[in-house]
């Protein structure tokens, strides 16, 4: 089979363009694509737990670690132990992040309004059904490839 036939492909293609035109916008504002998706997950006044964070945005703790050192430092969020469970570590945004998310959720809607103006509603409605359908499937089958 052709390598650009296959599903695989053309989502790993797709979602290589869409990663490329957020990461221009977020090197506009000095800040990573990985950063975008902390913030747009944050909230100003819930605090997240760290723990929840990495699995949630499908990154590695390691890189998460590294991001959130930086905003830590960019003064865009906040860590604080929780008062109830002192082993836990909550994210907070700072006004500043919440501005930072604010641009961040700008540009996100921005981009499916374009979607939703070029793809119809009902062919918006099938890819989803799609995709999610191809996530749950990776999700819960793992693959015994011939040796």
Known sequence: MEKKKTLCYHV????????????????????TISTAYVLLYLDLEIGVPSTQIAPQL???P??????LKSLE???VILKKVDKVDKRQ????LTPEGK???RKAKKI??????????????????TFLRVLMTIN??????????PR
């Open 12 to 31: 790993k293609a797709s979602w290589h363009s869409i990663s490329r035109m957020y990461n221009s916008y977020a090197s506009e504002h000095h800040v």
């Open 136 to 145: 749950e499937i990776a999700e819960n089958n793992h693959l015994n490839p």
């Open 108 to 125: 996100v809607k921005s981009f499916n309004q374009l979607l939703e103006e070029n793809i119809p509603s009902e062919d918006r409605e």
């Open 62 to 67: 390691r890189s998460l670690t590294r991001v």
């Open 73 to 75: 430092e960019k003064k």
């Open 89 to 92: 570590v909550l994210i907070y």
């Open 99 to 101: 501005e930072q998310q």
């Open 58 to 60: 499908g990154m590695e």
